[in-house]
């Protein structure tokens, strides 16, 4: 069951996230919906979780990108098994520990792909910290948004239930 | 009993290895994994077309009712139309051009208008960086690989994989490790222009010395990568620098004709240029 929690979550991540990128093709702005989504099931679920998110993640984004297959599923792994690691050694439970783990993972992420593919002599792109900065913004904000949302809607849901169970036991 | 966190990092290691397996296997044979990528692609495209048709349809549905009740529409078509008149206007300058050139230097016969197909981006990069678009047409509609890709300011790339029936993915020209064949008209200077550079995206290089390039220069396909036809804009020259011992300009950077931010629709070039054919 978590493992299919694990595909859904990243299969619209993905879907979101080409989604978005319509209106910000070749801008500066970018946006890694698919890493919030690794990070957010690595917190959620745990370091495995993380493993098969960003396996999932990266190797989709790969074969969509047309590029070498495994490059981004190489390092959105490592980013999802040690944001698994980090969610299940420290409290990561409220909202400013979970923005700072994504900056940290956006940053690592970028980091990696850059020296794999130097590595690899794909003749990688050089590192634009405008775009990393507006990356891990953007990463950021989302981020705050899911799990401010998903923190919130139980909540939401329980009170709404509670009225209008209230309703229903009163006599008129 | 095996520890649970031990578990997980064995798992992690055999996964990180796959990886480096898989990546391995790719850069010794040159040849990806095409069945892979089309799979996905073929996937995401119908995925993406629905996720477009459904926000497109909100958004419009939005805009209809509440906002100018069928204006909207009515715009949206007349773009589409200003667009493809707009292509079609480039594609006679690209053949005007040409046959001149043509005419004067060389005597051809007067080559075969380019026809254009209008098409939607449905979908932008899935990584950050990687500078495509998917189209919502397909082979179904006579879109195949290495077909160009323009729009009314100019060029804006190339269909770089095996269309799905509706979707075809596009590789920007402002991408890196895209390319195309260049000539700067003025002092029909030829060369090769390239993306992946920083602000401004394209680069000219190949470009000898002799030639005085001068910024606001503009930059043309020159039709002999036999992919982008010849005449069609590139851009225009921001800086150039001739530097360094080689023959060639050190460094001529180009600002592309296109606003590669607000790509709503293009045109797919149906005509290919001939073998080796141009400016």
Request: charged letters at 10%; proline letters at 7%.
């Given at each position: 069951m978590r493992i299919v929690s694990v595909v859904a979550v990243m299969i619209a991540a993905v879907a979101l996230q080409m989604a978005f990128a319509r209106f910000t093709i070749g801008g500066r702005w970018s946006l890694d919906l698919v890493l919030v989504a690794v990070a957010f099931v690595a917190l959620k679920w745990g370091p495995s979780a993380g493993v098969i998110g960003g396996t999932i993640g990266g190797l989709t984004q790969d074969a969509l990108a047309g590029?070498?297959?495994g490059v981004g599923g190489l390092s959105k792994t490592i980013v999802g098994f040690g944001v698994g690691v980090i969610g299940s050694q420290f409290v990561?439970?409220?909202s400013a520990p979970r923005v700072l783990v994504v900056v940290g993972a956006t940053v690592v992420d970028r980091m990696l792909l850059w020296g794999i593919t130097n590595a690899i002599d794909l003749g990688g792109r050089g590192i634009s910290w405008v775009s990393v900065l507006t990356e891990v913004g953007l990463n950021a904000l989302v981020t705050l948004i899911v799990f401010q949302s998903i923190e919130i809607m139980p909540g939401m849901m329980r009170r709404r239930s509670s009225r209008r169970s209230a309703f229903g036991a009163r006599k008129w | 009993m095996i520890d649970i966190r031990r578990r997980t990092t064995f798992f992690f290691v055999v996964v990180s290895l796959a990886h480096v397996l898989l990546i391995s296997a790719q850069v010794q044979t040159q040849s990806g994994m095409p069945l892979v990528e089309n799979v996905a692609f073929g996937v995401f495209a119908r995925v993406q077309g629905v996720v477009a048709g459904v926000s497109d349809g909100i958004g419009s549905t939005w805009r209809n009712y509440f906002a100018l009740r069928g204006v909207v529409a009515e715009n949206a078509a007349l773009r589409a139309e200003v667009s493809q008149l707009q292509g079609q206007l480039q594609a006679e300058k690209a053949i005007s051009g040409q046959t001149h050139g043509l005419e004067q230097m060389l005597q051809f016969q007067l080559s075969v208008r380019q026809r254009t197909l209008p098409a939607r981006v449905i979908a932008g990069d899935?990584?950050?960086?990687?500078?495509t678009i998917t189209i919502d047409r397909g082979y179904a509609d006579g879109i195949r690989e290495n077909l160009a890709v323009i729009a009314p300011g100019g060029v804006v790339g190339r269909v770089f994989r095996e269309p799905q029936a509706h979707a075809a993915m596009v590789q920007l020209?402002?991408?890196?490790a895209a390319a195309a064949g260049a000539v700067i008209p003025r002092i029909e200077a030829g060369g090769v222009v390239e993306g992946?550079?920083?602000?401004?995206?394209l680069r000219m290089l190949y470009?000898?010395?002799?030639f005085e390039v001068q910024t606001g220069d503009t930059v043309m396909t020159s039709?002999?990568?036999?992919i982008f036809p010849a005449g069609f804009l590139i851009g225009t020259v921001a800086r150039a620098e001739r530097g360094?011992?080689?023959?060639?300009?050190g460094l001529i950077s180009i600002q592309p004709a296109?606003?590669?931010?607000?790509?709503g629709y293009v045109l797919v070039v149906l005509d290919p240029p001939a073998a080796g054919g141009g400016l």
């Open positions: 590029g070498t297959i990561v439970a409220r | 899935p990584a950050p960086g990687a500078l020209l402002i991408g890196h992946g550079s920083e602000s401004p995206a470009v000898n010395k002799s039709g002999q990568d036999g360094g011992g080689s023959t060639n300009y296109v606003n590669f931010s607000h790509l």
